[in-house]
């Protein structure tokens, strides 16, 4: 991904910030300002052979061979740097090629170490919910079959879009001049005819589209007559930039419109485009109402972020919304592609990957506790896999990478699917044990066999929670609320469509032990006996025990403090059983099914006569709930 990662991405290129003292470290940090890394490397290396090699040194040809990809020299010399200086991009980026370099496990001693050091960082969570996500990637394939493109060469082709009967790339042609940062041609936007499984009549569009310094990849509208492209700022005519020596440009997104002629014409620059940064890897939504970029604007979560706009009818754009922490990284996350399923796939290294850049989906925008899932081998790989464009219907596409064994520095690869993705819709209802009440706002979580965390949800008012989990893999689900004990129920491998899953918690502090319900004291004011709020709420939960359990007969026995005379309380007693009785049975309870009785003063909590504080009284004003048959057989 050579002419990828530093002219369609731009990363940001890291390292020590330590002022050079030597005149030829001066050229070489000059060099590799201007992102001239080839040449930068060779001037680095010569110090190193005249025995003035250092850490700054070292990190320098680590970061100039990272942005070229060459993760064997990219790792050799983040490893002389990482001795002696930690700072945790540069961790994460040895970790990373280690990964690229098929070096697993010493990449996840690596992330550890990154994790300890930095961890509120997006990256570090997903390693510590995850660690051992590289074996789940490499199960996760053979959805899919890659095979290289006749029409690749020794230079960078990538892209691979299709409207229509026509292929568009974006190519590194021998007929295009040479760019100094890298000694590649500049990229250009090419067609090809489909005939079969031929490509054929290459062609590259006009100049209308076609500068002569970059342009990248694009997207068409759903009837084809407008496309949007990358292209670099220099010809964004919004803004008074300096072309009269080869600067680092931003990228800027443009579009232009089919006319009469099929010609491609009416070339602007969207508004969502700035001087300051660069907005690219267009996407049009299927209905053409969303556009979908990349932009390192400021307010995002790390080097590029995923932004969205609606396109307006009259084909303005609306303000850039950031896609949030669940998709963007403190890395980097470029070439969305929205599906007309609406699935968004995109490229990442700041996600869990094989090394580089790897292709993600999300099947769910809208909800940030959708999982955003690897595709896994053989679309991704140890290098750069990006750029990926798939119909769902047909079940063909393409995905560009640098991957060993390919033509040039970047390669265009067809994909065809041999096998759709299957998930399997988890309901999960959580209940109270004693009542059979719904539980809200407990906490949901899904496992996979070997307890990584796979999602996590609150329920809802009906204490339901719902997870999407591929197919044929075994799973479990564990549920937690203040004040009840946990639950949780193993997932069986499944294709079916949808599976319902129970979880009941049991209260800390049981209702039902043995032939009690031990429900709060249902408390009366001083000489009355209607149903206070208080005692309603602790009603309630007696129905819906009843309910639960349709066998169970109760008698409510109700009490009055000492104080009065005993005929009176009595009598007062049964006033308050009758009123229990009739709240009950007014929920919908049959009345055989619930008695009342009513005891006076003669079984007091609190044996204190006229000496009882008010707060004792109180205690003895109550009633109690029997259970004279059915119910649960264990209590």
Not at 333 to 341: A, G, N, R, V, W
Request: charged share 30%.
């Amino acid at each position: 991904m050579k002419n990828v990662r530093l002219l369609l991405l731009f990363m940001l290129v890291g390292g020590l910030t330590v002022t050079a003292q030597n005149s030829d470290t001066k050229k070489a940090d000059k060099l590799f300002a201007n992102f001239e890394f080839d040449e930068a490397i060779k001037l680095y290396k010569e110090l190193v052979d005249k025995g003035e090699g250092n850490t700054y040194i070292y990190s320098k040809l680590a970061d100039a061979n990272y942005n070229i990809f060459n993760t064997v020299e990219a790792e050799k010399w983040y490893r002389k740097t990482v001795k002696e200086n930690l700072e945790t991009e540069i961790v994460f980026k040895y970790a990373e090629m280690l990964r690229a370099n098929v070096k697993y496990r010493e990449s996840n001693k690596w992330m550890a170490k990154f994790a300890k050091m930095n961890p509120n960082d997006i990256r570090a969570q997903a390693f510590r919910q995850k660690p051992d996500y590289i074996s789940e990637i490499l199960m996760a394939g053979d959805r899919f079959e890659v095979k290289n493109l006749k029409i690749n060469t020794k230079h960078a082709e990538f892209g691979g879009v299709v409207e229509g009967d026509v292929l568009y790339i974006t190519s590194a042609g021998d007929d295009n001049k040479e760019y100094v940062w890298n000694k590649e041609p500049f990229l250009d936007i090419y067609e090809y005819s489909i005939e079969g499984d031929e490509l054929i009549d290459r062609e590259k569009l006009s100049k209308d589209i076609n500068t002569r310094f970059h342009e990248g990849l694009l997207s068409f509208t759903p009837d084809g007559r407008t496309v949007y492209f990358s292209r670099e700022s220099f010809f964004d005519n919004v803004f008074e930039l300096d072309t009269s020596n080869t600067k680092l440009s931003q990228l800027h997104l443009f579009k232009a419109t089919k006319g009469l002629n099929r010609r491609w014409e009416n070339v602007e620059s969207l508004s969502i485009n700035s001087k300051d940064f660069t907005v690219k890897n267009p996407s049009v939504s299927s209905d053409g109402k969303i556009i979908y970029y990349s932009s390192d604007m400021p307010g995002g979560f790390g080097k590029y972020d995923l932004y969205k706009s609606e396109i307006k009818e009259d084909g303005s754009l609306g303000a850039p919304i950031n896609l949030g922490d669940h998709i963007n990284t403190e890395g980097q996350e470029m070439f969305p592609y929205i599906s007309d399923s609406n699935t968004l796939y995109f490229s990442s290294n700041g996600n869990l990957g094989l090394g580089g850049m790897d292709v993600f989906f999300t099947q769910n925008l809208e909800d940030p506790d959708e999982p955003i899932r690897n595709i896994g081998m053989p679309v991704n790989s140890n290098g750069d896999d990006f750029a990926f464009n798939f119909n769902e219907d047909t079940g063909k596409g393409y995905v560009s990478s640098n991957r060993v064994g390919g033509k040039g520095s970047d390669d265009i690869y067809k994909i065809s699917r041999t096998r759709a993705f299957c998930e399997v819709i988890l309901n999960a209802s959580v209940k109270n044990s004693e009542t059979g009440e719904p539980l809200p706002l407990a906490t949901a979580t899904l496992y996979d066999k070997d307890g990584n965390i796979l999602g996590t949800r609150t329920t809802n008012a009906k204490g339901l929670a719902q997870f999407r989990l591929e197919c044929d893999k075994p799973a479990v689900i564990k549920a937690v609320l203040d004040n009840y004990k946990d639950d949780k129920v193993n997932v069986e491998k499944s294709s079916v469509e949808s599976q319902d899953f129970e979880l009941v918690l049991d209260p800390k502090d049981k209702i039902i032990v043995e032939d009690r319900i031990l429900l709060a004291p249902i408390y009366f004011d001083y000489d009355q006996s209607y149903i206070t709020t208080l005692g309603s709420y602790e009603l309630d939960r007696l129905v819906s025990i009843m309910i639960k359990y349709p066998d169970i007969v109760i008698k409510a026995r109700s009490h009055t403090d000492s104080r009065g005379k005993d005929d009176y309380n009595r009598k007062l007693s049964e006033d308050r059983a009758k009123a229990t009785v009739k709240y009950v049975v007014s929920k919908g309870v049959n009345a055989s099914r619930i008695s009342g009785e009513g005891l006076g003063e003669s079984e007091p909590l609190y044996d204190c006569g006229k000496k009882c504080t008010e707060e004792q009284h109180q205690y003895n004003r109550r009633s109690e709930f029997l259970i004279v048959s059915g119910g649960p057989k264990n209590r």
